[in-house]
């Protein structure tokens, strides 16, 4: 691999003038198609081959009308008034009039017609359905919806949506977290290169590669259905990653310009040697991502996908417009800057890097490891176990009015709703109810009698008819994050033969609540099939990587430890509340595809820590067949870079975790922990004291790998030897 990159860079550093051209010409190219086809993101969560989308095509099918998305409307009055006083009750008849004349309104449902009025008269509750699902729901609708409600808000009363769809129910992530995330970066590349121009490169090549991917996405998105969610999880990953895979290029042409080399003949050297390892390492994480599909969730599927399309982006970013903007800036990459209480530290830490390593950190740090390698695998293994116990209460949901940041109106609405009515009234179920066959007039009646004595049932009332199906409102006693809930759910199902016993009548399970319980089973089914997929996955790729089989399972052990180890603690934060006030987090459920979204980014990056640490050890091991030195050389060769670029990824986690988003916060809270755990628990301090305690052992391998299993080169060091032996005469004009 190695010899085809070297190729790709000498092509890149005699082309850099058309290699820019045409990273430009793509940036406007995507930003063009964004803006051409007007693409949004929507909150479609169909989960095909469950009860809920059956009830739904069901609908579809036969009462159109109803199959949309459903909103609730509550009216809550303000000191002593009351709904039930005639001008408070003309001021919600004036607004449930006017969203009757909406467009996509199918239906309207006066909170006085269906005596839904709280028993101290001071809350009301309407509901709309519109006549399409929440992605669909025209934003001109919606400013309608909040439009009409003004005058109401105007004489004193405080009126609130919930339910699929409602004003604002898809608000924009603002573009701090990029910013923050930026700036950061920036922070830790001038630490780390102590030069302006090394620091900056691999920020703006990241921000390239971020805006083709993000405008990518948004043009897609007019053609098929992308969550919200989808867009956040690419900016973080076509960032973090952009920056990462940029700075292990940059870092060994700077170390190659340091010790003399050329720009023109160092280039193609890094990108063959670095570049080996981030083509792997971006290869890995593609492939986790698009391994998202064996859960056979639209949604899903689709986060996973564009996801991997912007490392993609990152990783074809970091091997040709960087190699061409490398070239450009010469030798500026090393033109060190000077701190006024440090004049000239920034350039004799590198070149204590370049020419006696042994007085790096990082060698203190190996030599530490090596020496106490008993005690600190004792050490790390009891913090990740510990902070992983919690998975074992994890529950999973989706999120809910109860999620949401205290100022939205789905909160508030939640909670009018809660305290007037009951929890139930804020998930109701809604039953599809087949009367096509039905032996009698009494059927209906004789099915919601049933449905009324389930335990766990608040209420049972008619919500429309049709072409002979019924639609039925199960009010459960409980909240739609409550457990119980899903028992009533999974309860009504099996005790359908005895329901519908009789009546000749039918029905489905459906509504948003029921909708969320399926995807929250359909999502844990798939996760014990995900992690073998992972896991067999890591074991065939590093295998093929390192050409033994020790180095793959010590890898597969940390990566589990520490991906149980970030999804506990936020199950200790987002779902026990342990500190929620200080990270400004809201109790809920674990958001039902966090864990397998979790495992497969975090599998993607500690791969890429694995590759490019033990690469090195390797690199080292080649050329001094001693194991704790290859062990201590290696890790003194990697741990700045590594450790620059896990900040890096932890840096831009945390700054979209300070968003006040139920699924963007708690998902890059999980992936900063696991990243931070990863990159200096497991990758630097585990995997080096293993290896120094296994010691020559951890290279074994069968002599039959020599015959089947390929060696890829991917730490460069046949390259790196083939340059070396060149004769003076084939090196390059500007070295000779």
Known sequence: MSRYLFALGRVVVHRRWWVLVIWIVLLV???????????????????????????????HQRMPAFSGAHMQVVFATPGLAKVTDQQVAGQIEQVMA??????????????????????????????????????????????GVDRVADPAREAGLDVEFSGAVYPGFTA????????????????????????????????????????????????????????????????????SCGIDYALFVLSRHRHHIVLGMAAAESVPLAVGTAGSSVVFAAVTVIIALCGLTVANIPFLTVMGLTAAGAVLVAMLVALTLLPALLMFAGDTVARFISPPLHPGRPEEIARIAAYEPERTFGHSWGRFVTR??????????????????????????????????????????????????GPGFNGPLLVVTDLSRATGPDAAQTLMGRLRQEPGVAAVQPAGTGDGLMLIQVVPKTGPDDPATADLVNRLRDDRAAIESGTGATYLVGGTTAANIDTSNRLAEALPIFLAVVVGLALVLLTIAFRTILVPLSSIAGFILSVFAALGAQVAVFQWGWGAELFGVTKAQTLSFLPIITLAIIFGLSSDYQIFVVSRIKEEHTRTADAVTSVQNGVAHSARVVTAAALIMFAVFVAFATVDNPIVKPLAFTLAVGVLLDAF???????????????????????WFARYVPDLDIEGAELEHRMASRPESEASPARR
């Open 29 to 59: 190219g995507a930003v063009c198609f964004a803006a051409g086809t007007g693409g949004k993101t929507n909150d479609n969560f169909a989960v095909p081959g469950t009860e809920s989308q059956d009830a739904v095509s069901l609908l």
């Open 98 to 143: 006017g969203l009757r004349g909406l467009p996509q309104v199918a239906a309207v449902v006066d909170p006085f017609q269906a005596k839904a009025v709280s028993r101290d008269q001071r809350v009301a509750l309407g509901s709309v359905q519109f006549s399409v699902s929440a992605g669909e729901v025209a934003e001109d609708t919606l400013e």
């Open 172 to 239: 924009e992530i603002p573009h701090t977290p990029e910013l923050l995330g930026v700036i950061a970066a920036l922070i830790i590349l001038l630490i780390t290169f102590g030069a302006a121009v090394a620091a900056g490169l691999p920020i703006v090549t990241a921000l390239v590669g971020v805006g083709i991917g993000f405008t990518g996405i948004l043009g897609v998105a007019a053609f098929v259905d992308v969550p919200s969610a989808a867009t956040s999880l690419a900016l973080m990953l076509g960032l």
């Open 372 to 421: 106490f390698r008993i005690p600190l695998l004792i050490l790390g293994v009891a913090l990740l176990v510990a902070l992983a116990i919690p998975v074992s209460r994890m529950e999973l949901g989706l999120p809910s009015g109860a999620t949401q940041p205290d100022s939205s109106t789905a909160h508030k609405a939640y909670d009018l709703v809660e305290k007037s009515f």
């Open 681 to 703: 628990v497991v990758r630097l301090t585990l995997v080096p004291a293993v290896m120094a305690l296994v010691g020559n052992r951890m290279w074994y391998h069968p002599r």
